[in-house]
């Protein structure tokens, strides 16, 4: 019998049901799968606050746990780890940097095959570069990553997904706004990507894995967004920093939520514009081979 570890988390429970459709797809006579939920100490209420919704920043963007509750694996190896995960603030939610930093979990993911399993709104190539570096630092091997986000346009979902993760209720804002997350259809998509994994357990072989999940849908990388996310990477960097170092937080994340406000509603689409008009038409060449870096997994 072969042994998978499924180590994810969820707050809306958004995850959970992606976890749930990809282990169907794994789901087989020789396999066993065994699923551990993350769960911070001090527990990351959903819905959120808007002031603890950014308060989470600088933790989430300077990579600093928090404390979770023991993790107790039936196993001390396993033929295959799959983390899911989703990214806050272009980074990894601050469980997930905090279960990559459990010494119990970095002892069964050295030399093991990992598949990262992303549920996020649109932006996760930061906090993949992230996990990348974190999952090397613990000698695991990365053999596969699978991305589902809302494919709906970037403002408005940034609104909806806002709206939702303030309210909780995962409803269309005012009637207008699309269905907030990623989609039904989607999330059912997770259980081919299993199956597609669960042929690459069965004989062994991982080298092709990336290629063949790509070619399948399991990630796709926008231009746009990959642009965007590079630069606004780096400023909230040097928010965290700057927050890091003040007193009275409670202000300055006031000042970080209505330049957030500002960076994505008046600022973006000024710079994406100028973006579209003289540099996209003649940087084709660095696009698909940063495309092509995102896409795969070194
Ligand atoms: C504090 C916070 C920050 C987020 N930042 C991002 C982000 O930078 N990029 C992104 O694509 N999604 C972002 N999201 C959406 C999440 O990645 C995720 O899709 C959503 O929280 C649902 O996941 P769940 O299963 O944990 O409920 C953020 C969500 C939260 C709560």
Same mark, same amino acid.
Do not use: C, E
């Given at each position: 019998m072969q042994k998978i570890l499924i180590v994810y988390y969820s707050q809306s429970g958004q995850l959970e049901e992606i976890v749930a459709q990809f282990a169907a797809g794994l789901e087989n006579t020789t396999v066993v799968i065994e699923k551990i939920k993350i769960e911070p100490i001090e527990p990351y209420h959903f819905p959120w606050t808007s002031e603890r919704f950014f308060a989470a920043m600088p933790h989430s963007v300077l990579g600093i746990p928090t404390t979770l509750k023991a993790i107790k694996p039936a196993h001390s190896q396993y033929d295959l780890v799959v983390l899911g995960y989703q990214p806050w603030y272009l980074s990894p939610?601050?469980?997930t940097t905090s279960i990559l930093m459990n010494d119990n979990l970095k002892k069964i993911i050295a030399n093991t095959p *990992?598949?990262?399993? +992303?549920? !996020?709104?649109?932006?996760?190539i930061?906090?993949?570069e992230t996990v990348k570096k974190l999952l090397s630092q613990s000698q695991?091997?990365?053999?596969?990553?699978?991305?589902?986000?809302?494919?709906?346009?970037n403002y408005a979902s940034a609104i909806s997904i806002l709206q939702w993760?303030?309210?909780?209720k995962k409803e269309r804002y005012k009637g207008i706004f699309p269905l907030p997350g990623i989609s039904e259809k989607d999330i059912c998509s997770a259980k081919t990507f299993g199956k597609i994994v669960a042929q690459h357990l069965e004989t062994g072989t991982w080298e092709n894995l990336q290629q063949q999940l790509v070619t399948s849908g399991a990630v796709e990388v926008n231009s746009t967004l990959m642009f965007v996310e590079q630069r606004a990477g780096k400023l909230f960097y040097l928010w965290a920093k700057l927050i890091e170092t003040k007193t009275d937080k409670t202000m300055w994340?006031?000042?970080?939520?209505?330049?957030?406000? *500002?960076?994505?509603? +008046?600022? !973006?689409?000024?710079v994406l514009l100028l973006y579209r008009i003289f540099l996209k038409p003649f940087t084709h060449k660095s696009i698909l081979r940063?495309?092509?870096?995102?896409l795969g997994l070194t």
């Open positions: 939610s601050i469980p *990992v598949v990262t399993l +992303i549920g !996020a709104r649109n932006m996760w930061n906090g993949q695991a091997r990365l053999v596969g990553n699978i991305v589902l986000i809302d494919r709906h346009n993760m303030l309210s909780g994340l006031k000042i970080f939520k209505y330049y957030l406000i *500002v960076a994505l509603f +008046i600022i !973006a689409p000024v940063k495309k092509k870096y995102y």
